[in-house]
């Protein structure tokens, strides 16, 4: 079993296009997140979820809006896809409430490389 | 604000040796660090953390790590390497007193252990 799942697991695209990538997990957290990894293995925070309430919204161009439909999924669409957005999207949850053996600990999906053409 | 820096891209050492990741941080509350360890292709998988309690924390595959308060260090420790160590390791830290779950990493640290 899957505990963080990531579709697709590649993507490739034309500059302009709008994609989705989805992400659901079976851990039963009440927060979920997305992170970009550059070329140079560079990890930076995107969005935060926590039961569908979005927390955490780095300067990230709109063009990237997340979509919490309950709060065991987590979508990442983007509009008008730029070479700049190559990269890998990782999606991970945590669970943050009444949690304290594993509070604070985010679990990462296989992640969901994206190539910009 | 909350930074970490692992000042080494790359460590090199032979298998059977010790093996040491540097990480240091900045916060304003009180950290919670984490490692984690990301094998080629492939997502993040945690390794261990500090919150609060013992300095020394021991985790997955045989690591460990030492929480320095004076030094604001949080070094990755493995006391016998083996070649299939060798991956890219992060460290990670949360201002405990902040709102939200933010996690900010350090660059990455890529090991080579070499038979």
């Known amino acids: 079993d899957t505990a963080v799942s990531q579709t697709p697991k590649y993507l490739v695209t034309q500059m302009g296009n709008d994609k989705s990538i989805k992400c659901e997990q079976n851990?039963?957290?009440?927060?979920m997140y997305w992170y970009k990894q550059d070329s140079k293995k560079f990890l930076k925070i995107m969005f935060s979820y926590n039961n569908k309430e979005l927390i955490i919204n780095e300067t990230v161009p709109n063009r990237f809006s997340p979509k919490s439909p309950d709060k065991a999924h987590l979508n990442l669409h983007i509009n008008s896809l730029e070479l700049g957005d190559s990269a890998v999207y990782f999606c991970?949850?945590?669970?943050?409430?009444?949690?304290?053996?594993?509070?604070?600990?985010?679990?990462f999906g296989p992640g969901t490389r994206l190539l910009v053409l | 604000a909350q930074s970490v820096a692992q000042p080494e891209d790359q460590v090199n050492v032979a298998e059977g040796n010790p093996l040491t990741v540097k990480c240091t941080y900045s916060?304003?509350?009180?950290?919670?660090l984490f490692w984690y360890v990301q094998y080629p292709n492939r997502g993040l998988q945690f390794l261990l953390k500090?919150?609060?309690?013992?300095?020394l924390v021991k985790g997955s595959y045989g690591f460990e790590a030492e929480f320095n308060k004076s030094q604001t260090s949080f070094h990755l420790k493995k006391p016998s390497a083996l070649v299939s160590d060798s991956a890219l390791y992060f460290c990670?830290?949360?201002?405990?007193?902040?709102?939200?779950?933010?996690?900010?990493f350090g660059g990455g640290t890529r090991v080579l252990v070499k038979p």
């Open positions: 916060v304003s509350g009180n950290p919670y």
């Open positions: 500090y919150i609060t309690g013992d300095n």
């Open positions: 851990l039963g957290h009440d927060t």
């Open positions: 991970a949850s945590s669970q943050v409430v009444d949690s304290p053996l594993d509070q604070e600990t985010q679990y």
């Open positions: 990670a830290v949360r201002d405990g007193e902040a709102a939200g779950n933010k996690l900010t």
